[in-house]
């Protein structure tokens, strides 16, 4: 089963280069595909509105203290597999969230 770790981060954190330990579990087999999202400033988000409307606006729809700041697909057996490569990367963190979701089978591929 594929599942997707969605990582959160504070706003205004730094996005270095990525680590030899991020590194090293990015490579693994079980990671499918990854993303590094831009500052949640970069945002545009699109609104459905009654009517059929459509509002765009800049910046993340929502006010949060953590925002998406990426996304790594992983394959695994079970729920408790994608916890223990979730729990991996998070060690390599000193703030944010991993949220971890199954994913409905889409044909997703990666980059």
């Not at 693994?28 to 400033?41: F, I, K, T």
């Not at 009517?51 to 929502?62: A, L, N, Q, S, Y």
């Not at 394959?75 to 409905?104: C, H, K, M």
Request: aromatic residues 6%; negative net charge; without cysteine.
């Amino acid at each position: 089963m594929q599942y997707a770790l969605l990582i959160y981060g504070r706003p205004a954190e730094p996005q270095g280069p990525i680590s030899d330990p991020i590194a090293a579990i990015l490579a693994r087999p079980s990671v499918g595909g990854w993303a590094r999202l831009h500052a949640d400033e970069s945002a545009t988000t699109l609104r459905a509105q009654p009517e059929g409307r459509t509002i765009v606006t800049d910046g993340p729809f929502i006010d949060s203290k953590e925002y998406l700041a990426g996304l790594i697909m992983v394959g695994a057996a079970n729920l408790d597999e994608a916890l223990a490569i979730a729990q991996d990367f998070q060690e390599t963190r000193t703030s944010g969230a991993i949220e971890i979701r199954p994913v409905v089978e889409s044909g997703f591929r990666g980059a």
